[in-house]
């Protein structure tokens, strides 16, 4: 297949993420399937993207570097997939890194069990060069529909969609918001995507990862939920839990910012829409009794 037309078009966006690019690139490039593109679009960098990337390009046709103002995350991705040439694309962050299986894995994925607009295969984390099991262990391979994303994404933008769908929404566009999962929630609300039971993906846990800021992560999530509240039509079901683990997930960030008001406050919000949950009461004692009281107890041994 001529390199104007690859099966997969893989779309980073990275904005000053120069060092972390100079490990993801070459992951991406040494995949065991290599009938591929890398779209990196560059969302207004200030340190030295353009070189990092033009010195990779200059040995591989398959990259094509793409500068835009700074417009965040959802822009730059749709700015990928307006750009993309190949009829699946692979979205990916600029701070992880493939395992030279993951585009093979999902070809074989869509091989295997055609007929699905979205696939999605299983991740690990790097925490200080700790290899830690991720949140998606929990399921089993096989389809899924919204349910997989109401309580909010674990697969987080590690997933793959084709191109060529009847209709699909777009990733929202605005500041502080999280764009990844508003997309999964609004295209698998009558969509499902295929979930392949194999480690293809390294998340580098580092303190620069956008999860580690709390109040920006409250900010956008509230967002998210006001985004998907009022374009998608959820059942009540649907809506309670989404509202529901919301709040709960602004009570969690709230508290470990040392904020335990609010942490109690959007607890209160998270009951009134779901009622009582096991995980709601396991947040509400910790509350209370506080983390460091509640590590000192799970230390305690009887005699």
Not at 30 to 51: A, H, K, P, R
Not at 94 to 122: T, W
Not at 241 to 255: E, Q, T
Not at 256 to 272: E, M
Request: aromatic share 14%.
């Amino acid at each position: 297949m001529s390199r104007a037309q690859p099966f997969f078009s893989v779309i980073i966006p990275s904005y000053n993420r120069a060092d972390f690019l100079m490990n993801t690139i070459p992951s991406v490039l040494q995949q065991q399937m290599t009938d591929f593109e890398l779209l990196l679009i560059d969302d207004g960098s200030t340190d030295n993207t353009e070189e990092v990337v033009g010195g990779f390009a200059m040995n591989d046709q398959r990259i094509r570097y793409i500068y835009q103002t700074n417009a965040e995350r959802g822009a730059a991705r749709n700015n990928g997939i307006r750009n993309a040439s190949g009829p699946y694309l692979v979205f990916f962050d600029s701070d992880d890194e493939m395992k030279n299986n993951y585009l093979r894995v999902l070809y074989d994925g869509i091989a295997s069990h055609p007929g699905y607009d979205f696939y999605c295969a299983n991740y690990v984390y790097n925490r200080d060069g700790v290899e830690v099991r991720s949140y998606m262990d929990q399921y089993s391979e096989g389809p899924y529909g919204v349910e997989m994303v109401l309580r909010g994404t674990t697969m987080g933008v590690l997933f793959c969609m084709k191109r060529d769908q009847q209709s699909f929404h777009l990733f929202p566009e605005e500041r502080y918001i999280i764009e990844d999962w508003v997309f999964l929630v609004q295209n698998l609300q009558y969509k499902q995507i295929y979930f392949i039971k194999e480690d293809c993906i390294v998340v580098n846990d580092h303190l620069n990862r956008s999860m580690q800021n709390h109040k920006m992560l409250i900010k956008s999530r509230l967002n998210a939920l006001q985004k998907i509240n009022t374009t998608v039509k959820l059942l009540p079901g649907q809506s309670a839990i989404v509202n529901g683990f919301s709040y709960y997930f602004c009570a969690i960030y709230s508290y470990l910012d040392g904020d335990r008001r609010n942490a109690l406050n959007y607890l209160l919000k998270a009951v009134k829409w779901k009622g009582i949950h096991l995980d709601f009461i396991g947040a509400f004692l910790k509350f209370m009794i506080g983390k460091k009281s509640i590590d000192k107890i799970k230390k305690y041994k009887w005699g």
